[in-house]
């Protein structure tokens, strides 16, 4: 029945033609976001989930810049070693030389005595943004220890956990393993020998330490590398949870408009039936 004071018609097409705009709109929201769950009111289960995502994916990229720091750190270190390494061959070489009858122990302790000044400004110039793993203070606060943040853990919804990696100094500077100031004076075999001996026990401590500092900026590295694949897959999984499929928000989005379309005419034939009416008067 046709009633001039309630169109039932109208009203049910404007009430379909109202979800069918709230439809299209957030199928709209969707496809310019990129997303399908953009707020709590979205999703909350899920919008709180991503967040927690974001805020691990976000420390750990802040992890990797300190990761690229501390692995610069320990090349440079590792370097200084190295060439601190290759002195003392050098050095050893000359002690050989010089534990023979007749050599000239004057230019040899010379020598020796550049090589040592050699060592120490190797030391003191070791150094990456103000940090020198080679020093006794590495710092200038008085610290003997590295710490580079590594890894972020969480259980649950509870706080992140930081984990470093901590690096000792190596020390070349003030460890009685390599007290280059009181080596033996060559003057003569004998003494050559002694000093032979004494920088071999440099030597070892020397390399020793380049290859921890080795160890623990290849640590650095791989911690880093396995930051980067952790956020990769983090960002992935957070895809599936709230990322728009623009395959199917493009067919719900013609579908939609298709039913709009259809909205406006049926609430156009709705409205017209009074004005029908009156044509029976």
């Not at 990797?64 to 370097?79: F, M, P």
């Not at 590495?138 to 003997?144: K, L, Q």
């Not at 003057?187 to 020793?208: C, K, M, N, Y």
Request: aromatic fraction near 4%; charged fraction near 15%.
């Amino acid at each position: 029945m046709i009633s001039f004071q309630t169109n039932t018609g109208a009203m049910t097409a404007l009430q379909m033609l109202g979800g069918i705009n709230q439809d299209l709109e957030t199928t709209q929201n969707n496809v310019s976001t990129g997303q399908t769950v953009n707020g709590p009111k979205d999703n909350p289960a899920l919008w709180a989930i991503s967040e927690l995502q974001k805020a691990d994916i976000s420390g750990l990229e802040a992890l990797d810049d300190t990761l690229a720091l501390g692995e610069a750190t320990l090349r440079v270190a590792s370097v200084g070693a190295e060439f601190v390494s290759d002195t003392l061959q050098e050095m050893k070489q000359l002690a050989i030389l010089g534990s023979s009858t007749g050599a000239d122990f004057g230019k040899i302790e010379a020598q020796l005595a550049e090589k040592t000044d050699q060592i120490k400004s190797i030391i003191s110039s070791t150094q990456f943004n103000g940090v020198n793993l080679l020093k006794t203070d590495i710092d200038g606060t008085g610290s003997n220890t590295l710490t580079v943040g590594a890894s972020l853990s969480r259980v649950g919804n509870d706080a992140s956990t930081l984990s470093t990696i901590d690096v000792g100094s190596l020390d070349l500077e003030g460890s009685a393993s390599f007290d280059l100031d009181n080596r033996t004076t060559v003057t003569d075999p004998a003494s050559a020998q002694t000093a032979l001996s004494e920088i071999q026990g440099f030597l070892r401590f020397a390399v020793d330490g380049a290859a921890r500092l080795g160890a623990s900026a290849s640590r650095v590295s791989g911690q880093q590398d396995f930051n980067g694949a952790q956020s990769n897959a983090i960002k992935e999984g957070l895809s599936a949870l709230i990322d728009t499929n623009i395959e199917e928000a493009a067919v719900q989005l013609r579908a939609s408009q298709a039913q709009q379309q259809l909205g406006y005419n049926s609430l156009s034939i709705a409205n017209s039936a009074p004005q029908a009416l009156l044509g029976l008067y």
